[in-house]
T-cell receptor, first 115, second 111 residues
Framework: KAGVTQTPRYLIKTRGQQVTLSCSPISGHRSVSWYQQTPGQGLQFLFEYFSETQRNKGNFPGRFSGRQFSNSRSEMNVSTLELGDSALYLC??????????????FGPGTRLTVT | QKEVEQDPGPLSVPEGAIVSLNCTYSNSAFQYFMWYRQYSRKGPELLMYTYSSGNKEDGRFTAQVDKSSKYISLFIRDSQPSDSATYLCAMTKGSNYKLTFGKGTLLTVNP
């Protein structure tokens, strides 16, 4: 079974620009979560989507947004990029929450550098 | 106080050693506990998943959860150079999919 895929793997942007990252979950997984990983703060939860609806949101500014499509694929968008947004952005997928399991499987990440 | 505390190391051990990695947490609502392994410039890989207190063994890996002490551990037996990575503990309340992570412990196993 294919794992979580993320595109692009690397991205360099300039301050003030916007960026869109894409995530395809494991086949059959319906929940997609996004995390930001930095050396200083570690892994921090951004938001989680299930059935095209955002169910949970972390403590990030409104410049960070996301969406999920009917095939469970997800995108996240960061507008008006700041230098501090440079990080590894990780997507994780999970099975139907009704099955009572909370295991999350991560993709390889998108490394974003803001200059 | 952070919700999850994890000693960042670095931890350096000889091949074949038993490795003990630990996390403490402050929120008693956490019920599901995970350990991830992350190689440099890769995404985290799920190693162990446990619910509530107790032990779980998988090959050379054993995960322990002590909810009364708010303390979780990961033991690696017969450690190998390929185990060299950052180990992250993570936990969730179970009401949603938000994982709260420790900062990670960098482990090096020397041949």
């Amino acid at each position: 079974k294919a794992g979580v895929t993320q595109t692009p793997r690397y991205l360099i942007k300039t301050r003030g620009q916007q960026v869109t990252l894409s995530c395809s979950p494991i086949s059959g997984h319906r929940s997609v979560s996004w995390y930001q990983q930095t050396p200083g703060q570690g892994l921090q939860f951004l938001f989680e989507y299930f059935s095209e609806t955002q169910r949970n949101k972390g403590n990030f500014p409104g410049r960070f947004s996301g969406r999920q499509f009917s095939n469970s694929r997800s995108e996240m968008n960061v507008s008006t990029l700041e230098l501090g947004d440079s990080a590894l952005y990780l997507c994780a997928s999970s099975r139907d929450p009704g099955q009572g399991t909370y295991e999350q499987y991560f993709g390889p990440g998108t490394r974003l550098t803001v200059t | 106080q952070k919700e999850v505390e994890q000693d960042p190391g670095p931890l350096s051990v000889p091949e074949g050693a038993i490795v003990s990695l630990n996390c403490t947490y402050s929120n008693s609502a956490f019920q599901y506990f995970m350990w991830y392994r992350q190689y440099s410039r890769k995404g985290p890989e799920l190693l162990m998943y446990t619910y509530s207190s107790g032990n779980k063994e998988d090959g050379r890996f054993t995960a322990q959860v002590d909810k009364s002490s708010k303390y979780i551990s990961l033991f690696i037996r017969d450690s190998q150079p390929s185990d060299s990575a950052t180990y992250l503990c993570a936990m969730t309340k179970g009401s949603n999919y938000k994982l709260t992570f420790g900062k990670g412990t960098l482990l090096t196993v020397n041949p």
